[in-house]
């Protein structure tokens, strides 16, 4: 039998996958253009660790408690429109912070009454934000065949990265030449973009047959598939453990103001050199997929991502700091794809919402836990001791995951493809 030849860009022969693409990039950047823009305000304000903690937990206390009810409505509602909702959402946040950090519109309050509002936007933007995730696992599974999901999770992981590069190095940059209030404003306007662009993707069929379906009966059916399926649970209590120890880009504002002295255009490389990695690897797996001995892969590369938090956390030296942020962002490309496509091969249509919920909650919500368990292991122990701590962690997890879910280690996707190539 003729060997079949790898397509790097069967997914974007699609036209609406483009647009898709073109609004993930939007939202991410706009997203993580904020995140940054706002560690450096609230750390500019308070010049204690803990408070980028505070950030990280404002978010998270809503995504996580919201999650799965969020699972739940997406699985029940048409996803185009619900994304638009959600876009709607982040603008209005931005909208607000772009207030917030205008001298001109908050005239004489008080610091700490600055920060309330920022960590108060920052809640609402977790509620959003748990809704999002969601809607666009959702709406991407019904933009492109099945047998095409790998390739078009690299594209969609490859435009996620490409965001969060360009995201933190343009905040970096933007805090330097135009100011926080200025950048805020530029973050609004990309949400707009989005929006927009996402109004030329037509409505979607509801997959769901089972739609008025009671609430806590449609949670219970949401988790006992992902706590049932071992490969799923396996994969993301690895990658939420992982990201939640190995949070050590929270603390980057300590590092580039106090540590390494490199102020905010150091502090935008530092911000961007994980993701530069992790889009390289991306685009690379276009052309060399990481389908084969995948389990074995996603466990290396995770161990791999552990030892640079390490490397990074002793360095003292601002290119040696930065390489190891880069190669961080390789071995978490690499995982990011296999997972993305472990969930979208293994989750039924009619329960993505939910699935993807849950997903948000374990891997999701773990950047924010990071950043909180990031900020107060920062306090308690000292800023380098705490990233140390968090990436021997990151070891020990992959090691006990590995040991304990052997199903995990041998886990080969090509058998899923060809089961979905012969239903199409």
Same mark, same amino acid.
């Given at each position: ?48 660790? &803990?408070? =980028?903690?505070? !950030?990280?937990?404002? @978010? *998270? #206390?809503?995504?996580? /408690? ?28 931005? &909208?607000? =912070?772009?207030? !917030?950090?205008?001298? @001109? *519109? #908050?005239?004489?309050? /008080? ?28 709406? &991407?599974? =019904? ?282």
């Amino acid at each position: 039998m003729e060997k079949k030849k790898n397509d790097p860009y069967a997914a974007l022969r699609f036209r609406e996958f483009n647009i898709f693409l073109l609004v993930r990039f939007a939202m991410v950047f706009a997203w993580s253009m904020q995140f940054v823009v706002i560690e450096w305000q609230v750390y500019s304000i308070t010049k204690d660790p &803990f408070s =980028l903690g505070i !950030i990280g937990l404002m @978010e *998270v #206390i809503p995504a996580v /408690s919201l999650a799965l009810f969020a699972g739940h409505v997406v699985d029940q509602k048409e996803k185009k429109g619900l994304l638009l909702k959600c876009i709607l959402g982040f603008s209005v946040i931005s &909208f607000g =912070l772009f207030l !917030i950090t205008w001298p @001109e *519109v #908050i005239g004489d309050w /008080s610091q700490n009454t600055v920060l309330y509002t920022i960590y108060a936007l920052v809640f609402l933007g977790g509620v959003v934000r748990s809704f999002i995730g969601p809607t666009i696992f959702s709406l &991407f599974s =019904l933009l492109v065949p099945k047998k095409i999901y790998p390739n078009a999770a690299t594209w969609s992981s490859s435009v996620w990265q490409m965001g969060a590069v360009v995201g933190p190095a343009i905040a970096g940059f933007a805090i330097n030449w135009i100011g926080v209030h200025w950048s805020m404003c530029f973050v609004f306007a990309c949400s707009l973009v989005a929006y927009i662009s996402l109004t030329q993707i037509p409505k979607k069929p509801i997959l769901n047959t089972k739609i008025g379906e009671p609430v806590f009966k449609s949670l219970k059916e949401g988790l006992n598939f992902v706590f049932s399926t071992k490969i799923i649970l396996g994969a993301l209590t690895l990658d939420m453990f992982a990201v939640l120890f190995g949070g050590a880009v929270a603390l980057l504002p300590v590092f580039a103001q106090d540590i390494l002295k490199v102020g905010p255009e150091g502090f935008g490389v530092l911000r961007a050199a994980p993701a530069v990695g992790a889009l390289i690897i991306m685009f690379t797996s276009a052309y060399f997929p990481l389908n084969k001995n995948a389990g074995y892969k996603l466990l290396g590369a995770i161990f791999a991502f552990g030892c640079c938090i390490i490397l990074f956390g002793v360095s003292t030296w601002f290119w040696v700091s930065v390489i190891a942020l880069f190669l961080s962002g390789i071995t978490d490309g690499i995982s990011m794809i296999i997972r993305q496509t472990i969930l979208q091969l293994r989750t039924p249509d009619e329960m993505r919402g939910r699935v993807a919920s849950v997903n948000s909650m374990f891997v999701g919500s773990s950047n924010e836990l990071g950043a909180f368990e990031s900020g107060l292991t920062a306090k308690l122990m000292g800023t380098v001791t705490a990233v140390i701590f968090g990436g021997s962690m990151t070891l020990i997890t992959v090691v006990s995951t590995g040991a304990l879910l052997p199903s995990l280690r041998k886990l080969d996707l090509r058998k899923d493809l060809e089961e979905h190539e012969l239903k199409e």
